[in-house]
């Protein structure tokens, strides 16, 4: 079946850095992919999202290329800041054998930024 | 914005209990979710519905049952509670179409004794 991988479960920076949170996918369809974002004691909220092969999303100073040729949606930004500091999910939009669709979540990546 | 409302915001339950996580939305949606968040496993799908009055499987259905009986609540229970189902539960709603995004409600911590 479908499937999100993210690699690293805990990445920690300074403040001011860039960061690059990884996710690659398996599908047989036509990929959608999500990210969302969770703070602490928060719901999860859509970070960004796309269907559209090499193609820049940017949202909130994070910004992803969805990238069919090595099914990866890594989340980038430029310059981390404390605020930054949450759970982030990659996440595909899967197609059931009924022919809905369902998200698949990857296990999430703890980013944890210091001053 | 999106509206979906989870109650009670947490619960203590004994092992063999019956436990029911309820979920409202005010979106219109048509599908509901029922995720299960732990440390180290991310977010699991248990069970979802896309029509009140029906309910299907997801990821980690064992254990658990879920009700639907109208577009707006989506119920999850638990009929005999046990310690491995200490987790923090997620209910969520979307229109189901492949690019539409899930509104969560705020969650529920159930701690199983």
């Known amino acids: 079946g479908d499937s999100v991988t993210q690699t690293e479960g805990l990445v920690t920076l300074t403040k001011g850095l860039p960061v690059m949170l990884n996710c690659t996918y398996q599908t047989t369809y036509s990929p959608f992919l999500f990210w969302y974002v969770q703070h602490l004691n928060e719901a999860p909220k859509l970070l960004l999202k796309?269907?559209?092969?090499?193609k820049r999303t940017e949202h909130q100073g994070f910004y992803a290329t969805l990238h069919k040729s090595s099914s990866s949606f890594h989340l980038q930004k430029s310059s981390v800041q404390l605020s930054d500091s949450a759970l982030y999910f990659c996440a595909l939009s899967d197609r059931t054998s009924g022919g809905n669709y369902k998200p698949t979540f990857g296990k999430g990546t703890s980013l944890v930024v210091h001053p | 914005e999106a509206a979906v409302t989870q109650s009670p915001r947490s619960k203590v339950a004994v092992t063999g209990g019956k436990v029911t996580l309820s979920c409202h939305q005010t979106?219109?949606?048509?599908?509901m979710y029922w995720y299960r968040q732990d440390t180290g496993h991310g977010l699991r799908l248990i069970h979802y519905?896309?029509?009140?009055?029906?309910?299907e499987k997801g990821d980690i259905p064992d254990g658990y049952k879920a009700s639907r009986p109208s577009q707006e609540n989506f119920s999850l229970i638990l009929e005999l509670a046990s310690l491995s189902q200490t987790a923090v539960y997620f209910c969520?709603?979307?229109?189901?179409?492949?690019?539409?995004?899930?509104?969560f409600g705020s969650g529920t911590r159930l701690t199983v004794l």
């Open positions: 969520a709603s979307s229109t189901g179409q492949r690019a539409e995004t899930l509104y």
């Open positions: 979106n219109n949606h048509d599908y």
């Open positions: 519905s896309y029509v009140a009055d029906s309910t």
């Open positions: 796309s269907s559209t092969d090499n």
